[in-house]
C-alpha cells in the first residue's frame, strides 16, 4: 500500500499526473487528460478559486495539447441538468439562509426536498455554490439528508477560514477552502453542531481581525 500526502496539490488529479510520469514514464495521453481536466475544472470552479496555482494549469494545458477539449469538458459538466436537478436547486433557493452579520450562509435539504422534486443525492453538486456567492460571506455550507438519520456536509470558504478545520472536529475533511463531512444525525441536529462550529471560527477570525494592530474584516 503506496500512500502519498501532498497537502499543496491542486486536486488528486495532480498527484497521479505526477505518479504515472515518476513511477512508470507513462506519457499523457487523451484517456488520462479527460478525467484529469474535469478534476482540475471542479476542484478549482473552473480555475477561478484561490487554490487555483500555475502548477495545475501547467497540467491543464498539457491536457489540451494531449486533446481535451475545454468547451466540451464544459458542456458535460454544467450544460447538461435534469429537470429534477433544476427543481432541486429551486427548493435550494428557497432553503437559503444567512446568519446576522451576513459572513455565514446555509442551505439545509431534508428527504422530503428530493422526494417531491424526483431529484437524488446526485444532484446537489454545485448547490454550496448558492450560499457563496452571496457577497459579505465568508463560510457556506450546504447540509442534505442523504436517508434517515445521515446528513452529509459540504464546507466552503471564501478567504480566510480553514474549512478543514471545521470538517475534522465533526469528523470530516478536505482542504482548507472546501471539505466535507459525514453526520450520523438528524438534520436538525446536523444543523446546530455545525452551524455552532462555523459561528464559533468566524467570532475567533472577528475578535482576532479587531484587537489592537489587527486588521478589521472586510
Known sequence: ?????RMEATATAEILADFFAERFGMALDLAMA??????LFTETGGFAYSNTTAKC?????????AGVNPAQVN???HERE???ALKLAARALERLHVDPGGRLAWVS????????????ALDVGGLVDYPRSLDGVEVAVLMFEDEPGSVKVSLRSREVLDMNLIARAIGGGGHVRAAGALVRSS????ETLILGKAREAI???VAGSSAPGAGHPS
Open 75 to 77: 458542456s458535460k459538466l
Open 34 to 39: 479527460m478525467p484529469f481536466t474535469t478534476a
Open 57 to 65: 494549469m501547467e497540467l491543464a494545458a498539457a491536457c489540451l495539447r
Open 82 to 84: 435534469t429537470l429534477p
Open 203 to 205: 467570532h475567533q477570525w
Open 1 to 5: 500500500t503506496l500512500t502519498v500526502h
Open 109 to 120: 435539504l431534508g428527504l422530503d426536498d428530493f422526494k417531491e422534486t424526483g431529484a437524488s
Open 187 to 190: 438534520l436538525a441536529q446536523a
